[in-house]
C-alpha cells in the first residue's frame, strides 16, 4: 500500500523472502498419506461395512414399500419383518467393530501432518495480522494529524486562533521549551515565520515568562 510505513514495507519484503524461499521435501508425508488412504478404502469395502449398507438399503426399501401401501391406502404391517430386534443388535455390532477400526487409524497416522509447514502457516499468519494492526493504527494515525492540520486551518482562517492553544497542543507537559523550538514548530504547522522578539510578546500576552539562559531564550510556565 502507499501508505505504508518503512517498517511495515520491510516486515512485507522479509515475509516475501521467508515464504518465496520456503521448501519442504514431503516425500515421507506423500508414502503415508497414500498408506493411509489405502487403509481407509480397506475399512469402506470391509465386511461389516457391506453389512452396514446392506442393512440401510432395506429400511430404504421398507420406507418406499410403506409409502406405496400409504397411498394405496393398504395395510403395511408385512413390511417389517426383515427389521427385527436381532438384525438391529447385529448391524450394532458391525458399526462398533468399524468404529474401532477407524479409531485405530486415527491412533496409527495421528502424525500425518507437517510441522515445518504448520510452522511457516503460523508464522505468515501471525505476520499478516501484525501488519494489518500496523496499518490500522498508521491510517488512524494519518487521520488524527490530517483533522489537526484542518482544525488549525480553520482556526487560522477564522482569525481566531492564540499562540496558548498552539502551546497546550504541542507542549503540553513542558514547562520550560527553547524559544527558537517554538518558533521552528510555528513555521513548520503553520508556514508563518516570527522572530524570537514576536514569539516573545505573543507568549508573554498569554501569561508566559520569557528569559534567557546564556543567550538562549526559554519560554517558561506560569
Known sequence: MKTDTPEIKKMIRKLNIKTQSFFCDHNKFDKKFNSFEADLGKVFL???MNAINSF???ITSVMRSIMNCDRENKSA????EFINVNRIEHINRKILAVNNKLIELEATYKDLKCHKCESMVREYEITLRTINQMREEHAEELEMAEQLRAEEDNVI???????NKFMMRH???????PLRDICDKYKEVFNIKKTLKEMSEELTKYGWKV????????ANRN
Not at 157 to 163: H, K, M, S, V
Request: proline share 3%; aromatic share 22%; glycine share 4%.
Open 46 to 48: 470391509c465386511e461389516e
Open 56 to 58: 440401510y438399503e432395506t
Open 77 to 80: 404391517y408385512g413390511q417389517f
Open 157 to 163: 482562517a477564522e482569525d481566531t486562533y492564540n499562540i
Open 171 to 177: 507542549y503540553p507537559s513542558m514547562n520550560r521549551i
Open 211 to 218: 528569559t534567557n539562559s546564556k543567550n538562549i531564550f526559554y
